[in-house]
C-alpha cells in the first residue's frame, strides 16, 4: 500500500510525540510492506511565528493533496495569558476541520487493565469500560457568530446546527454501534437549549434506520455525572462540538491520563488524527510527554484512513505488552511502579518500537 501522510508537529510537545508517531509509521511500513511517503508542515503558534498565520496555505494544500494527517497540538502560554491577542494558535485548527470537512470526531476510551490503579476513580468501576465518543466537530459556539459590545462588558457566542450536520455524524455514529454493542447514548440539552431540541429530534429520526441499535438520550449534566459513576453503561456516545469537548477531557481521567487518548478527526476525505492531550507548555522539552497517545492516534489512522486493521492491533496489543511489563511515563506512574521502569518521552517511544520490530520479525 502507497500512502502519503502529512506530518504536522504544531506547538508545545507536539513535536515530541509526533516524532514516535512518525517513527511507528515507518516501521510498520518496513514490516508490512507498505510505502508511506512523509511531508511536514507548520500550524499554530509555529506557524504565527513564521508567517504571521497560524494555518498558512501552503500547510493548507499540503493537506488537502495528504492521504491522512498526523497532528501534535496547538496552542502556547501567552495566549493564554493575553486574551486580546486576535492572532491565535487554536484559528489554524479550528480552520483546517472547517476546510477539509472534518465533521466527526472519534475519541475512544480504551482503558487498559494495567491503568487502573492510575484513575483517580475506583478500579472496579472501571474495568472493562470500552467507549467510542462521536463529537461533532464544525458547528456550535465554537463556529457561530462572536460579538462583544461597544463598552466591551456583554459578550455573546451563537451556538447554531443545521440539520444536515447533526444527520451525517450521527450516522456514522450509528453505523460505528452497528459494528460494536449495539448502543448509542446521545447527549444534548434539549430541556433548556433550541438547538439542542433540533439535535435530539434529528437523532430520533435517524434512529429508525438502525432499529437494531438501542438509543438512549441524556442531559449533558446528567451524561457528565452518569460517566463518572458507572462508565461501562456507555458504548456509542453521540454529542455536540462544545459537549463533546468537556465530556472527552473528563473521560480522560478513565483511561487515566490525557497521554493515553488517541483522537481521529473524520469527514468524507483526509482523515486528521492527534493525541488530545494539547501542548502542555509546562513539560515542553523535559523529556516527560507521554508519546502513547500519538502512537495510538497511528493505530486509528491505519485502520480507519487506511483499513489496515492488522498493523492498527500490532501497535495496541505492542503498548498492551509494554505496559504489562511494568512501563510508565510519569502520568500513568504510581507508587506501585519501579522507579526504573519510569521512562521519558524518549525512552517509551524507543521501548515501544523495539517491541513492534520484534514482533513483526518473530511472527
Known amino acids: 500500500m502507497k500512502k502519503n501522510i502529512l506530518v504536522i508537529p504544531g506547538d508545545g510537545i507536539g513535536p515530541e510525540v509526533t516524532q514516535w508517531g512518525k517513527a511507528v509509521l515507518?516501521?510498520?511500513a518496513i514490516s508490512f510492506n507498505h510505502e508511506f511517503n512523509f511531508d511536514e508542515a507548520l500550524m499554530g503558534h509555529a506557524a504565527i511565528e513564521a508567517t504571521g498565520n497560524p494555518l498558512p496555505d501552503e500547510t493548507l494544500e499540503k493537506a488537502r493533496k495528504s492521504d491522512a494527517i498526523l497532528f501534535g497540538a496547538v496552542g502556547h502560554a501567552k495566549y493564554d495569558n493575553d486574551p486580546s491577542l486576535k492572532v491565535r494558535p487554536e484559528q489554524g485548527l479550528l480552520k483546517i476541520r472547517k476546510e477539509l470537512g472534518l465533521y466527526a470526531n472519534l475519541r475512544p476510551i480504551l482503558l487498559f487493565d494495567e491503568l487502573l490503579n492510575a484513575s483517580s476513580i475506583k478500579a472496579h468501576i472501571l474495568r472493562g469500560t470500552d467507549i467510542l465518543f462521536f463529537r461533532e466537530l464544525?458547528?456550535?459556539?465554537?463556529?457561530?457568530?462572536?460579538?462583544r459590545s461597544e463598552d466591551k462588558n456583554t459578550a455573546s457566542d451563537l451556538m447554531i446546527y443545521h440539520k444536515y450536520e447533526i444527520e451525517r455524524i450521527a450516522h456514522k455514529?450509528?453505523?460505528?454501534?452497528?459494528q460494536r454493542g449495539r448502543k448509542l447514548c446521545s447527549v444534548d440539552k434539549a430541556n433548556v437549549l433550541?438547538?439542542?431540541?433540533?439535535?435530539?429530534e434529528t437523532v430520533q429520526e435517524i434512529a429508525k434506520q438502525y432499529p437494531e441499535v438501542e438509543t438512549q438520550h441524556l442531559f449533558v449534566d446528567n451524561a457528565a455525572m452518569q460517566l463518572i459513576k458507572d462508565p461501562k453503561q456507555f458504548d456509542v456516545v453521540l454529542t455536540a462540538n462544545l459537549f463533546g469537548d468537556i465530556l472527552t477531557d473528563e473521560a480522560s481521567q478513565i483511561a487515566g491520563s490525557m497521554?493515553?487518548?488517541?483522537?481521529?478527526?473524520?469527514g468524507d476525505g483526509t482523515g486528521f488524527f492527534e493525541p488530545i492531550h494539547g501542548s502542555a507548555h509546562d513539560i515542553t522539552g523535559k523529556d516527560l510527554a507521554n508519546p502513547l497517545a500519538s502512537i495510538l492516534s497511528v493505530a486509528l489512522m491505519l485502520e480507519i484512513s487506511f483499513g489496515l486493521k492488522e498493523e492498527a492491533q500490532l501497535i495496541?496489543?505492542?503498548?498492551?505488552?509494554?505496559?504489562?511489563?511494568?512501563?510508565?511515563?510519569?502520568?500513568?506512574?504510581?507508587?506501585s511502579t519501579s522507579p526504573y521502569k519510569v521512562l521519558g518521552?524518549?525512552?517509551?517511544?524507543?521501548?515501544?518500537?523495539?517491541?513492534i520490530t520484534q514482533q513483526t520479525y518473530t511472527n
Open 316 to 335: 495496541i496489543s505492542t503498548i498492551d505488552r509494554v505496559l504489562k511489563d511494568g512501563y510508565r511515563t510519569s502520568d500513568i506512574a504510581d507508587d
Open 173 to 178: 455514529a450509528y453505523e460505528a454501534a452497528m
Open 259 to 266: 497521554g493515553m487518548l488517541a483522537s481521529a478527526s473524520i
Open 345 to 355: 518521552t524518549q525512552d517509551m517511544g524507543k521501548l515501544v518500537l523495539k517491541f
Open 138 to 147: 464544525t458547528g456550535d459556539v465554537y463556529f457561530g457568530e462572536k460579538t
Open 194 to 200: 433550541e438547538s439542542s431540541r433540533l439535535w435530539r
Open 26 to 28: 515507518e516501521q510498520i
